[in-house]
Structure formats: C-alpha cells, structure tokens
C-alpha cells in the first residue's frame, strides 16, 4: 500500500535549525515534493528529490535515501514567518498516472 | 502569469443548495488537479484532468459531486445537493507534463455549508 508519515507539529526558537522528517512506503517512488502552507493559504512548492541526497536552496535544504523510504526537509536560520505546515508529497509510480500521494503536513511553530 | 485563480474565495451555503466552484489554471499547464482539505483528513485529490479530459475521479467522494473543464482555461466543480460534511477548503491546481514539475496551487475556496 502507500503510506507518508510525519509528525503532527513540532515547535522551534527563531534563528535555530528545524528538521521535519518524513517516511513513506509506496511501490513504485518516482520523485518526493515539500510544500509550505501558510495558515489560511495555498500549499506553495519548496523542494523536489528524485535521486538520494541533499538539494539545498537558501535556509532550506531537502534530503533524501530511497532505500530508507525517508527525506527530511531542514530549515536553517529560523524565522517567524517560516512558521506554517510543511507538506511532503511523494509520486508513485503505481497511482493513477504518477499522481502525488500527500502526507497530513507537520505544522511548526516558531517562538521567539 | 496571475497563477491559478479560484473564485470564490469564501462560500456559505445551505444544505440542499447546490455549490459551483471555478478554477482557471496557468495559461499552457497541461493537468488541472480538484483538491479538498480539511483538518481531519487532510488534502485529498478529488479529481484531475489532461488535456482537458477527466482521467481520474476515484476521489470524488460521490455521485453529488461532479467536474467539468470545457476549455483549456476553465474548470468548475460542482456539488448538489450540498451537505454540512463538504465543509472544507477546495484548491484548485495545475502543472506542465514533465513529471518533475511542481504543481502550482489557487488561493482555495472556503466552502461552509450550514
């Protein structure tokens, strides 16, 4: 079957480092996204990982190991507005042409 | 490009109306994804389109609710009758083919119904 799991929130001090984890289990990975979702917005796109290891891009870098099943999305220099949900979204290969399966999102909380 | 525009952005209705949601997706994607999120389940795909073709709708929860997308710069989805239960966020979403692309989302429409 297919699975994502995350954890459900997590919290942070401004102008640390967060990693929000994910692991899925799906029988044909084709590509993991990370999408960021603002309170009351639309989900926005943040990363892709298709081959194992690190895409970093500004403050955010996503990992990812297909033999684990795993990524994480790692956020540094923590800032206020970074609080929102974070969503990972993995392809399979097996669901209706390539469609994503979502996980439910890990909301974090930044404190000053 | 404006991006994916919904309307409207906020619905209040009564059971028993019927609802009509619309989407116009990024000028050139060629897939249109119908979304609904909610607390409790989180975001579930509901139906998509291809070339203006519906491909799945094994999402739609039932015969209530239906989609259409005539052209390739519109789509509704529509529920009739409405229930308190479809109290949800709707988004709207589209990509280009290549499988790497991400899908850019509209601002959503919050559906209450009462």
């Known amino acids: 079957g297919q699975n994502i799991d995350q954890p459900t929130e997590m919290t942070a001090t401004e102008g640390a480092i967060v990693q929000i984890n994910c692991t899925y289990q799906?029988?044909?990975?084709?590509?993991l996204f990370w999408y960021q979702q603002h309170a009351g917005e639309a989900p926005t796109f943040l990363s892709y990982?298709?081959l194992d290891g690190l895409e970093e891009k500004g403050r955010f870098s996503s990992f990812l190991s297909r033999s684990k099943g795993y990524s994480y999305l790692l956020l540094k220099e923590l800032q206020m507005k970074d609080s929102a949900s974070y969503l990972c979204?993995?392809?399979?290969?097996?669901?209706?042409?390539?469609?994503?399966?979502w996980g439910a999102g890990t909301k974090l909380i930044i404190k000053p | 490009d404006a991006g994916v525009i919904q309307s409207p952005r906020h619905e209040v209705t009564e059971m028993g109306q019927e609802v009509t949601l619309r989407c116009k997706p990024i000028?050139?994607?060629?897939?249109l994804f119908w979304y609904r999120q909610t607390m409790m389940r989180g975001l579930e795909l509901l139906i998509y389109?291809?070339?203006?073709?519906?491909?799945?709708d094994s999402g739609m929860p039932e015969d209530r609710f239906s989609a259409k997308m005539p052209n390739a710069s519109f789509s509704t989805l529509k529920i009739q009758p409405s229930e308190p239960r479809d109290s949800a966020v709707y988004f709207c979403?589209?990509?280009?083919?290549?499988?790497?692309?991400?899908?850019?989302f509209g601002q959503g429409t919050r559906l209450t119904v009462v």
């Open positions: 000028s050139g994607h060629d897939y």
């Open positions: 389109f291809n070339n203006n073709v519906p491909i799945d």
């Open positions: 799906t029988s044909g990975f084709n590509g």
């Open positions: 990982n298709v």
């Open positions: 979204a993995v392809r399979d290969k097996e669901s209706s042409n390539y469609q994503l399966i």
């Open positions: 979403a589209s990509r280009h083919t290549p499988l790497n692309t991400e899908a850019f």
